[in-house]
């Protein structure tokens, strides 16, 4: 059974580097073919694709955001980290991970989120 | 503004059947690239609902089905239940911004 899950702080205050982490089990991050996105939604809104890494160590960032955005992975642990740089209230969302059949691929199963808030 | 194009809403007593469609362009749905449907209970992560512009993955009732063309791509919902109120979103990769692209979002309300 897959399973991911995002973990990291509720709150942060403007112009802090938040950092999530994706912790995964049921598949490899090494094996051929496998990928974790994060994706993320504001309140009442849209999905906004962040950030994508593959099984090849290779990193997508969303244009508009690929400024203040890092992942990376760590196979060992079953873990992929995302770190957003100088945060913003307008990036009060819920941040999802997800796993990917390729950059142009589904998101075939995602975490349950973990909301962040953005104040002061 | 999202790249992808979907009405804000749609509505249909059960039993009835709805699509709701995703109008994109040249450098994303109408450069070939697959189209993915995914449905959003309130409150909950969105699930995995129509893989690459037609395909169910196990578990999906065949209620649920999709189809692309051109530059868009639309998802039908037949045998309308109160349980298939949710949101809805399609998703493809954009050449032009090298990434990921969902749409706006649908919401299906079943009257």
């Known amino acids: 059974q897959v399973t991911l899950r995002e973990s990291g702080p509720a709150l942060v205050k403007p112009t802090q580097t938040l950092t999530l982490t994706c912790t995964f089990s049921?598949?490899?991050?090494?094996?051929?073919?496998?990928?974790v996105s994060w994706i993320r939604q504001p309140p009442g809104k849209a999905l906004e694709w962040l950030a994508l890494?593959?099984?090849?160590?290779?990193?997508y960032y969303s244009t508009s955001l690929k400024t203040r955005l890092t992942i990376s992975k760590d196979t060992s642990k079953n873990q992929v980290v995302l770190t957003m740089t100088n945060m913003d209230p307008v990036d009060t969302a819920t941040y999802y991970c997800?796993?990917?059949?390729?950059?142009?691929?589904?998101?075939?199963?995602w975490g349950q989120g973990t909301t962040v808030t953005v104040s002061s | 503004q999202s790249v992808l194009t979907q009405s804000p809403s749609v509505s249909g007593a059960p039993g009835q059947r709805v699509t709701i469609s995703c109008t994109g362009s040249s450098s994303n749905i109408g450069a070939g690239y697959d189209v993915h449907w995914y449905q959003q209970l309130p409150g909950t992560a969105p699930k995995l609902l129509i893989y690459?512009?037609?395909n169910r993955p196990s578990g999906v009732p065949d209620r649920f089905s999709g189809s692309k063309s051109g530059t868009s791509a639309s998802l039908a919902i037949t045998g309308l239940q109160a349980e298939d109120e949710a949101d809805y979103y399609c998703q493809s990769y954009d050449s032009s911004l090298s990434g990921v692209v969902f749409g706006g979002g649908t919401k299906l309300t079943v009257l």
């Open positions: 690459v512009n037609s």
């Open positions: 049921g598949f490899s991050l090494s094996t051929s073919g496998m990928c």
């Open positions: 890494i593959d099984w090849d160590d290779d990193k």
């Open positions: 997800a796993r990917a059949k390729a950059l142009y691929g589904e998101v075939d199963v």
